[in-house]
């Protein structure tokens, strides 16, 4: 569409051209997006919310987010999905953007910066959360706000022993994603216990769809995790268990650890992330043959 055009549309529907362009390329073409807002005031009313509703905090973006966050009339109210990635961050520079972020429903991040966003925050209502530390690390001051969120996104791992530093039994989680993970070059099925995750998975009262995603060296070690938790859902009868046995690869030589890529992805997931994988075990229908 071209600039001699665009006067002719009504401007309700040139704002409506805009929203759907900024929608479609804000995680293509951030730049791009970005120069939207510099069209017009109503160009920039409609294009900011998009432009922050999801942000990284991470080594390249954290100081601008601190410096966004102390703006008068910051546009990180808009934020509604945030993930942390950046270790380094100090204690004052954090509170200025956690404060900025009290709208925010999803959170990706250690547990530490949770409980702190929690403590910051006396209004903080987040709905899902991945807590990207292993459930045995977990800050202790991070379970109140736990217990009350409807989807939680865990990392549990193999060896762990029966005791993962998280009860879930009192929370109100609905939907819950846990990667168990092994570092180990190869598994020997026979002796994996998956009672510490599984227990894990069944504490919720309020549970409606557990998703296991196994996270291992080798594609063959994924198969056969999988397999274990299909066959610990049939022997319950429970429709509830899904899995997910897809291979994906989180560390290589040349690059290292694949984590952040890894954990933006799922934030940016969104909504479909909780509804992944595929049912474990299912009723089999009744014939009336």
């Known amino acids: 569409m071209t600039v001699t055009v665009l006067p002719r549309l009504p401007p309700e529907l040139v704002l409506l051209v805009a929203e759907h362009a900024a929608r479609t390329q804000v995680h293509v073409c951030t730049s791009w997006v970005a120069d939207l807002c510099l069209v017009c005031s109503n160009f920039r009313a409609v ?131 846990l990667d168990v993970l092994s570092y180990r070059r190869t598994i020997n099925v026979e002796s994996v216990d998956l009672s510490p995750s599984t227990s894990l998975a069944l504490s919720p009262l309020r549970l409606r769809r557990a998703l296991f995603r196994p996270r291992c060296v080798k594609q063959i070690d994924v198969q056969r995790v999988a397999q274990k938790v299909v066959e610990w859902a049939k022997n319950r009868c429970d429709q509830r268990i899904y899995v997910d046995d897809t291979f994906v690869p989180f560390r290589d030589a040349e690059r290292g650890w694949h984590w952040e890529e890894l954990e933006k992805r799922d934030a940016m997931e969104g909504d479909a992330l909780w509804l992944g994988g595929h049912q474990a075990w299912c009723p089999q229908k009744c014939s009336l043959v």
Do not use: W
Request: aromatic residues 10%.
């Open 47 to 177: 294009v900011t919310p998009i432009l922050y509703e999801h942000i990284a905090l991470d080594d390249d973006t954290y100081q601008y987010f601190v410096a966004t966050s102390r703006l008068p009339a910051t546009p990180l109210v808009h934020t509604r999905s945030v993930v942390l990635v950046y270790e380094q961050y100090s204690k004052q520079s954090f509170e200025s953007i956690a404060r900025a972020l009290a709208n925010v429903s999803a959170f990706t991040g250690p547990s530490r910066a949770l409980a702190e966003m929690f403590h910051l925050v006396g209004r903080l209502t987040l709905s899902s959360a991945h807590l990207t530390d292993l459930t045995f690390a977990f800050n202790l001051g991070v379970a109140e706000m736990v217990h009350r969120l409807t989807r939680l996104h865990l990392l549990c791992e193999l060896r762990q022993g029966p005791h993962m530093g998280l009860d879930l039994s009192s929370s109100h989680v609905e939907y819950l994603v």
